[in-house]
């Protein structure tokens, strides 16, 4: 993806495209560019409906100009008529669809769908309607929107009245201009209302379900409109008059507003109303859902419209500052916890930390009313002056303020983003040093968070305690602002500390009569610092997005285009101009949108502080690496929780991005929500640095990071060289996650001598797992307790190399015509074959006394009744069926398996006796007898003495030596081991090969007799390709660290691989679950083949050092909004578009990977993660 610059910004088809679509909405839905030749009378029908609305308003115009019909009589007869004509075009477009029986509109989710030609037959055709009135999906929109169409037109036609007009203006030349361009306005927005609805450039969802986008300049229209029936019914108010002027003239650039997407969609402006007046006007937080958020604004406003009915002074005091607190708790995370704790009747810890984290609140409570009541009722309430209390107060707030801004700058890397912190440890490299000396910052944090957390709320209520502004209790002012001030006391301290500060000091220097202090009460002007406050630190971020968009287009010569050189020259002209796009985005709070990421720069409409529709943590693109931000996540976030609390991440605000970085994961952190010692947190995981603008990017990252944390030799005076860049490092936090170490195998894994021990090695840890499982294995010590209480040892099955074959080709013969007896030609048609009675008759033996147990694979030469309880002939279970092997010709005898019946010589040889299907035959016993030589009998006896005691009433160690010297067990194990070894290598005993070694690890294995009997097993093939993938584990261990001395230390590697260690393919499910249940060490096998070599990727498990970086939110919110309008607008969906290349200040490709799917594509995103900072 790292390409010229000079790269189309929108290819040929893309451009051709955009140049349909844009007039389209600049005009409301009306199509006139369609690139192919159309009837006339599509443009002409386009038309008439586009000025139909101003028809029916110069008709209703006309009259009352004509004084034959009053005003509102006008409006009304208007807007009848745009009912009528709105209801005739919908049920025009249904019978059309209706009535077309060979073509139906079919629908698509394919955004280009506009693009397909159209077929017309006539003016009136189906297909011609159908073209120009797509209609509605609902039938309760069909009316809906009918009905508000007609509302539209009539109250427009009143509001565009030329004598009204007159009277706000008086100029005839202006009413003109505002008749005229208004009933355009009208037109665009009724067009897109009932006929055609434009794609908007200001889209925030990606797909408009309930048919909403059709609303918004509907909306706009009313609203406009209200504010000139409010200025008609309410007369004598000269600042409403002032502002229905300006709007009459800002009503004629509505279209323009439209086009280029500045103002919102009606979900994302009610969204985004509802949070501003949250947090400005009643003292809340964003949240982290849109049902919070709606919950939180109903009790919030309920509180601020309660108190100013409460009629006592103290009681208003008491109930703010008792709802203040409440609000600004978690209550609904509070809740959860205490109602899942109480089903766990159990005295947990984490039950007893609930109730104390409950005691903590209600003392809190409990202080703060008590210090409330107090101060308001028996202080006095003079002006605030330098000898009043208050003033008294006001001094202490403002040497506390100053105290917890050097506390907080302590615990950051960098002051002011620009200057080294001198007490920040420089020695970040060695974890155990880093850790040693960041104690004492965290220290310094917990006095910090002592001082935020108590002693600054109960500040602050003494404050706003003693004003006097609370006598006045009718005052909409005062319920407004100190219900928020009581509010911002504990949901955000360190804003309100500011703010109060700042309120105190205005007073404190000049007390002269002016309007800030003559008009405005206490909490009105905290009101307003707030709101200077948030938008002063937005036009900063903005200021230095613009900058550093605009310098980099020059500087950096990857991003410079042919016309950047044009672009600069005219930003810097219009400098002023530019500057006003930021200002008035930055009153809007919303995101300044630099066009394509260059240096032209459109105010994007206001959204939601999340930037996306969806909640958080609901949708992401899940890979094979997402499992290890699963592991990392919880760790993180508890990490997280001490450095937020100590300070070290800055001022915690919603809205605020920081990025982690360790090795190949980076983690992006969004703040979603903060009140009164919890805070709310998205954290994403992006990809694992594959494509190269995300490996460009995230080299810079490490750039960023190793120059303020990994230099030799830091100046304790030095500066932020990357301070242009977005990304200004914070800290770092030791987490403990998985280090990721790839290793190059050549001179391993290609060695003869290494894959000669290879098939030793094999043999042993084949031996090892087989034993560890059959001692392990569930209902072996049940078994051995039943055969002692019996007396005797079971009938075993047998093994497969112990006795000798028939003596003659006849004695086989013999066999095989006395087995196959009842599969004669009589019985080719009985409807219960005897396989099945035979199955049948294994089930009633069993509870039989006497009865010896059945082989599996075997059919009985005797039919035994239903109820019959007869013993079955002991030499009968000698005859088995001897399926898939070749014909023996008569006269020769071949070396066929041959199954004896055997019995243990130690009664408690079941604990580890194998299970009966594997001792079943596959292979000739010529092929046993070969390879049992390579067998470990010391190895194998060995194993069996190492086990662990088991429950006998005799000495431990001698019923380890009698089951180690059970010959016929040993041949079980010799038999099985043997097969499985035969299976890994095939057919040839040679020495392996690489390729081999890596297929077989792979779960592939080469074709041989035994391969479909061990692949029937799948429990026991599971166990040899683990014994495989332990060998190829031992082997590269035994070339890194030596040989392996004797028996002891063989096994003690073994059972550290059993106990630490997975060794696996990334691929498998259980290599997730290793992950995910911390596995310490983790081993993969690999073949890099750009390369040619053979690779080893193992995984440990350690705390490392994730080093943490703050974003500027505002560049991150201006390119998330540039992704949209590229992608739902444009629909410059290219993989290789300039906008999604590296950018090493701004992180551009990282910033498109985080956004929300599907315009971003994040592997990992958490939901709403409530971190608690006490």
């Not at 008529?81 to 025009?92: E, H, K, P, S």
């Not at 005062?478 to 301290?493: D, K, L, Y």
Request: glycine share 6%; charged share 20%.
């Amino acid at each position: 993806m790292m390409m010229s610059p000079d790269v189309p910004l929108l290819n040929d088809y893309k451009q051709d495209f955009f140049l349909k679509r844009f007039p389209q909405t600049v005009l409301g839905g009306p199509r006139f560019k369609l690139g192919y030749c159309a009837p006339p009378y599509i443009y002409v029908n386009q038309i008439i409906l586009f000025l139909m609305p101003w028809v029916w308003g110069g008709v209703g115009t006309l009259l009352y100009q004509l004084g034959i019909l009053k005003d509102y009589y006008t409006a009304a007869l208007s807007g009848g008529l745009m009912l009528f004509t709105a209801f005739v075009i919908q049920f025009t477009s249904l019978y059309a669809r209706s009535k077309s029986a060979t073509i139906e509109r079919i629908l698509t989710t394919d955004i280009l769908a506009e693009e397909d030609e159209h077929e017309f037959t006539s003016c009136a055709g189906a297909e011609t309607v159908r073209f120009l009135i797509p209609g509605k999906k609902y039938i309760p929109n069909t009316v809906f929107h009918s009905v508000l169409a007609g509302l539209v037109c009539g109250l427009g036609t009143w509001y565009l009245l030329p004598n009204r007009i007159t009277l706000l203006y008086g100029s005839i030349g202006g009413t003109t201009l505002l008749f005229f361009f208004g009933w355009m306005t009208l037109c665009i927005g009724e067009y897109s209302l009932i006929v055609n609805t434009a794609t908007e450039t200001a889209t925030f969802q990606t797909e408009d379900t309930y048919e909403i986008t059709p609303l918004m300049r509907p909306l706009y229209i009313f609203f406009f409109v209200s504010v000139d029936l409010a200025h008609r019914f309410m007369v004598n108010i000269p600042a409403l008059e002032q502002v229905n002027q300006i709007l009459h003239i800002l009503f004629v650039f509505l279209p323009f507003l439209w086009a280029l997407g500045t103002l919102p969609p009606p979900d994302a402006l009610f969204l985004w109303a509802m949070e501003q007046v949250l947090e400005f006007g009643l003292g809340g937080s964003s949240m982290s859902t849109h049902l919070r958020l709606l919950v939180m604004f109903i009790m919030s406003a309920g509180t601020a419209i309660t108190s100013y009915f409460i009629p006592s002074t103290v009681g208003v005091v008491l109930f703010m500052t008792g709802f203040g607190f409440l609000l600004s708790l978690n209550l609904s995370d509070i809740g959860h916890k205490i109602g899942t704790k109480s089903k766990d009747l159990s005295s947990s810890p984490g039950k007893h930390f609930i109730w104390k984290e409950c005691l903590f609140y209600i003392i809190i409570l409990v202080l703060a009313l008590l210090e409330t009541s107090l101060l308001h009722h028996f202080a006095g309430f003079s002006q605030i002056s330098k000898s009043s209390s208050q003033a008294i107060v006001s001094y202490g707030l403002m040497i506390l303020l100053i105290i917890l801004w050097i506390l907080r700058e302590i615990q950051n890397l960098y002051i002011f983003g620009i200057f080294r912190n001198p007490f920040y440890p420089k020695d970040v490299q060695i974890l155990t040093v880093f850790l040693e000396k960041q104690t004492r910052l965290m220290k310094i944090g917990i006095v910090r968070r002592i001082l935020l957390t108590l002693v600054s709320p109960f500040a602050m209520i003494a404050f706003l305690s003693l004003d006097s502004s609370l006598q006045g209790l009718h005052s909409v002012s005062v319920s407004i602002g100190f219900t928020r001030a009581f509010r911002m006391v504990w949901q955000n301290t360190e804003n309100a500390l500011i703010e109060t500060v700042i309120v105190s000091a205005v007073h404190l220097i000049s007390s002269a009569d002016i309007w800030w202090n003559r008009s405005l009460d206490t909490g009105i002007r905290l009101l307003l610092v707030g709101i200077i406050r948030d938008r002063l630190i937005q036009f900063i971020s903005k200021l230095q997005f613009a900058v550093t968009v605009l310098l980099t287009s020059w500087t950096e010569e990857k991003q410079r285009r042919k016309r950047t050189t044009t672009l600069c020259i005219l930003n810097i002209v219009f400098s002023p101009f530019v500057l006003v796009i930021i200002v008035f985005s930055t009153l809007l709070s919303s995101p300044l949108l630099p066009l394509f990421t260059l240096p032209l720069f459109l105010v994007g409409f206001p959204r939601p502080i999340q930037s996306w529709p969806g909640a958080a943590g609901t949708t992401a693109c899940v890979c094979a690496d997402t499992v290890y931000y699963y592991q990392m996540v919880p760790r993180l976030t508890a990490v997280l929780q001490t450095a937020m609390a100590a300070g070290s991440l800055g001022l915690l605000l919603p809205g605020s991005h920081y990025l982690g970085h360790f090795e190949d994961r980076l983690i992006w952190i969004i703040i979603l929500e903060c009140g009164y010692t919890y805070c709310c947190i998205n954290i994403k995981g992006l990809e694992l640095q594959e494509t190269s603008c995300h490996t460009a990017e995230a080299r810079r990252v490490d750039e960023v990071f190793e120059d303020a944390f990994e230099q030799e030799y830091i100046r304790v005076r030095s500066l932020n060289k990357h301070f242009g860049n977005v990304l200004t490092p914070c800290t770092v936090l030791p987490v403990k996650l998985y280090s990721d170490a790839r290793n190059v195998l050549s001179g391993i894994i290609d060695s003869h001598e290494n894959l000669k021990e290879f098939k030793d090695d094999l043999v042993k840890v084949l031996v090892w797992i087989l034993v560890q499982y059959c001692s392990k294995r569930p209902g072996m010590k049940e078994s051995v307790h039943d055969t002692e209480n019996k007396g005797k040892a079971p009938l075993i099955l047998p093994a497969l190399n112990t006795s000798l074959p028939p003596e003659s080709p006849e004695d086989i013969d013999s066999l095989n015509s006395e087995t196959f007896d009842d599969w004669s030609d009589d019985n080719i048609f009985d409807d219960e074959p005897t396989i099945r009675k035979v199955i049948e008759e294994k089930h009633q033996l069993k509870d039989l006394p006497g009865t010896n147990l059945f082989i599996p694979g075997s059919v009985e030469s005797q039919r035994v009744n239903d109820h019959s309880t007869r013993t079955v002939p002991e030499n009968d279970l000698y005859k088995a069926v001897l399926l898939g092997y070749p014909a023996v010709d008569k006269g020769k005898q071949e070396d066929m398996p041959y199954i004896p019946l055997m019995e243990f010589s130690c009664s408690h040889s079941h604990l580890v006796c194998l299970p009966a299907e594997w001792r079943t035959s596959c292979m000739p016993n010529s092929k046993i007898k070969e390879m049992s030589s390579l067998f470990p009998e010391d190895w194998y006896q060995f194993v069996l003495r190492q086990l662990e005691c088991f429950h006998s009433e005799e000495k431990p160690s001698n019923v380890l030596e009698e089951i180690a010297k059970d010959k016929v067990l040993k041949e079980f194990y010799v038999h099985t081991v043997m097969t499985c070894y035969f299976s890994l290598f095939g057919i040839d005993n040679m020495t392996p090969r690489p390729g081999h070694i890596l297929r077989v690890y792979s779960g592939v294995l080469p074709w041989s007799v035994a391969l479909d009997w061990l692949t029937e097993k799948p429990e026991l093939f599971q166990l040899a390709l683990k014994a495989f993938r332990y060998t190829l584990k031992l082997m590269i261990d035994k070339a890194s660290l030596g040989p392996i001395e004797d028996f002891r230390e063989l096994i003690d590697y073994l059972e550290e691989y059993e106990r630490d260690w997975y060794i696996g393919l990334v691929s498998e499910e259980k290599w997730k679950e290793a992950v995910l249940q911390e596995k310490p060490y983790l081993f993969s096998l690999g073949y890099d083949s750009n390369m040619g070599v053979y690779t080893g990727r193992v995984l440990s498990l350690q705390e490392l050092l994730v080093q943490v970086g703050k974003l500027n939110a505002e560049a991150v919110k201006g390119q998330w909004a540039n992704l949209s309008w590229e992608l739902l607008y444009a629909t410059n969906d290219d993989e290789e578009r300039y906008s999604i290349q590296a950018h090493p200040l701004l992180l551009r490709n990282l910033t498109v990977q985080a956004a929300d799917p599907p315009l971003g594509y994040p592997i990992y995103s958490s939901k709403p993660l409530h971190i608690h900072l006490h």
